[in-house]
């Protein structure tokens, strides 16, 4: 897969997490100016959480412990909020599209680091398959496969064959069904198609 194409999903992928961000900023506006609380909680919430990582500098447990309640009776204020107001506890959280690696396209732990996200590494898949022109299988497929489009005629010098081209692709059609029906047995050979550029 080409840089290219990897460069212009991670594009896609920014966009996305951009839009789920401001997608947030305009639903916590709305909520705020329909209910003050919840501004004035989350306000809170900020400030004791930055108190708590000075306590927590400073070896100071009691006040720790004592701002660690106060935010718990917050987040409980908050959820019943929103709960009264038929919203999820979520519903101030960005809404992304993958939630695993949350619109970045990477996961980053302290033990691996950063790794790629199933959700990219499908996207890698889907451009590798649409690209190799194998996306139109429902159309393009064995069942659908017209022999009469090939001559019925046996002309030797022509086709260097004592058989029909019809003849010869219903052949080859069959040994290309056995392939596939024995891709994963090591004894089955592989095939080989050859042939002037463009012909099909």
């Known amino acids: 897969m080409s840089n290219e194409v990897l460069n212009s999903l991670l594009k896609e992928y920014d966009q996305k997490k951009r839009k789920a961000e401001l997608d947030l900023e305009k ?12 501004q004035e909680i989350d306000d809170e919430l900020n ?7 000075k306590n927590i500098l400073l070896h100071n447990d009691a006040s720790y412990i004592d701002l660690s309640n106060k935010i ?56 590798s398959f649409h690209k190799s022109n194998i996306a139109n299988l429902d159309k393009e497929n064995f069942s659908t496969f ?11 010098a022509k086709y260097r064959f004592n058989i029909s081209p019809r003849e010869n692709i219903k052949n080859i059609k069959q040994k290309c069904i056995y ?22």
């Open 72 to 127: 718990e009776q917050l987040k409980l204020e908050k959820s019943s909020i929103l709960k009264d107001a038929n919203l999820s506890d979520n519903y101030l959280q960005p809404h992304y599209e993958c939630s695993i690696c949350k619109d970045t396209g990477y996961v980053f732990n302290d033990i691996e680091g950063s790794r790629m996200c199933s959700c990219l590494k499908q996207k890698l898949l889907d451009a």
């Open 27 to 38: 639903r916590k506006e709305n909520l705020y100016q329909a209910i003050p609380r919840l």
């Open 179 to 200: 392939f596939v029906d024995n891709f994963d047995n090591p004894d089955v050979k592989n095939l080989l198609f050859t042939g002037n550029t463009g012909l099909r």
């Open 146 to 156: 017209n022999e009469n489009v090939f001559s019925n005629e046996v002309d030797v």
């Open 47 to 53: 400030n004791f959480a930055i108190s708590t990582a």
